[in-house]
């Protein structure tokens, strides 16, 4: 009866040191676990592409602090974002008119985001354009209060065909969700932007140069990109 009673706790003492180096092992395997690159912290501002030059960031806020004046009411190029708009560029590769337009729709400055994905050797590659302090003009009637960032794609179809491009964007908006502590209900679609201004062009989203109605123009990303995008990032809105 000893020698069984030996036999059971001999045998209760391997299995709780067994388990013990099971728990042990995983939790080595764990901490060991290489975490994934942020993306935010190795972004530096594109200083060129294609030999061509990015805008003048000194000439830029000067120029959108008097267009925020015209648009907004206020002078002001400086930006606490709390809102992640996402559009796509209607290009097949990186759109020069981000970095070099000085005016668009005869007003300066220039058109820009605060970042353009695109895919190079089958990967995502993130170009940061504007400092995230800094007002871009990309989105219109939310400039004041939003992330812009451009996606290559030529529309919609050739967008949803680019998994490591939109893996990239959910990755990075991801990080800018919590950098900012901005919630899922407030990462949009550029036509959603849209939406609201036809709505009702002088609410939450507005634009002093608007008078009377306002007719949406964008399509940008899609109804189905935004559906993809919302479920990555953990729900829908």
Not at 108 to 133: C, K, N, R
């Amino acid at each position: 009866m000893m020698t069984n009673l030996f036999w059971r706790n001999s045998r209760n003492v391997v299995a709780i040191a067994l388990f013990a180096v099971l728990l042990c092992g995983n939790s080595i395997a764990e901490t060991d676990a290489p975490e994934k690159p942020s993306l935010l912290s190795s972004a530096r501002i594109l200083e060129e592409y294609g030999g061509v030059p990015n805008r003048n960031l000194e000439e830029w806020k000067k120029e959108i602090a008097a267009y925020s004046l015209r648009h907004y009411g206020v002078a002001e190029w400086a930006l606490s974002p709390n809102a992640i708009i996402l559009h796509y560029t209607a290009t097949a590769g990186f759109p020069l008119n981000l970095i070099e337009s000085r005016s668009f729709q005869n007003e300066a400055p220039g058109v820009a985001s605060h970042f353009v994905i695109a895919e190079e050797g089958g990967s995502g590659v993130v170009y940061q354009l504007l400092p995230l302090d800094v007002m871009s003009r990309a989105t219109f009637g939310a400039n004041f209060c939003s992330i812009s960032i451009e996606i290559v794609a030529l529309n919609e179809k050739d967008l949803l065909g680019k998994q490591a491009t939109l893996d990239t964007a959910i990755a990075l908006v991801r990080e800018l969700m919590a950098r900012y502590d901005i919630p899922l209900e407030r990462v949009y679609g550029h036509s959603e932007i849209d939406a609201f201004l036809e709505k009702n062009p002088h609410g939450e989203f507005f634009d002093n140069t608007i008078h009377g109605s306002f007719v949406r123009r964008k399509v940008d990303p899609g109804p189905r990109v935004m559906a993809l995008v919302r479920t990555a990032l953990g729900g829908e809105r």
